[in-house]
């Protein structure tokens, strides 16, 4: 397997094994976990905040007398945060291949099934990701007429991530494939 297929989708790959990969391509590789830093630094500070508003600003409002502080859009930058960084890492982790296997059957088979069974779990994948993506937008067209109570966002971005989560797995999942094909029987 030479540097350059092997970097198609292992984010372990050094700077010497992609010398012949465009600059756009190196964005589109490290967009999705510099995205999914950036929600995970979000939901994080979203909590302590929202912790800190139900428990420490709620007592310092009943103790002084003053106006109460609404709160609720906490639990929705959460569950947006929460939802985008799940499709996202699911599909980062096909890609990185740390997702539950059972290798303790597969490396008892013989060089060429297990080739098979690694090509094929890809398939399987990529299928699941064509749903995901599918299914994902029928639900996001569904609700686009939808808003959020408290921040008032469209709810079609809250399904989108399904979608996005979708393409990203059939995306690494193909790469993997490919890759899985590549491989000595």
């Not at 979000?42 to 109460?68: E, I, K, N």
């Not at 639900?139 to 393409?167: C, M, T």
Request: charged share 15%; glycine share 8%; proline share 4%.
């Amino acid at each position: 397997m030479t540097g350059a297929t092997r970097c198609s989708y292992d984010p372990r790959c050094r700077a010497s094994d992609i010398n012949n990969v465009t600059p756009l391509f190196l964005i589109f590789r490290r967009l999705p976990n510099v995205v999914m830093t950036a929600l995970m630094i979000v939901a994080m500070v979203d909590m302590l905040l929202g912790v800190f508003l139900r428990y420490v600003m709620t007592w310092v409002s009943a103790t002084f007398d003053l106006p109460s502080i609404r709160f609720f859009w906490v639990e929705e930058i959460g569950e947006y945060s929460l939802a985008w960084l799940t499709f996202i890492g699911a599909a980062i982790g096909i890609r990185q291949g740390t997702h539950f296997a059972v290798h303790i059957l597969t490396d008892k088979f013989p060089p060429g099934i297990r080739r098979a069974v690694k090509v094929a779990h890809h398939v399987l994948l990529i299928g699941f990701g064509v749903l995901l993506a599918v299914f994902g937008w029928q639900v996001s067209e569904l609700n686009a007429q939808s808003y959020s109570p408290a921040l008032d966002l469209n709810l079609r971005w809250l399904y989108l991530s399904a979608v996005v989560g979708g393409i990203l797995t059939v995306i690494y999942s193909i790469a993997g494939a490919a890759d899985s094909w590549r491989e000595r029987a």
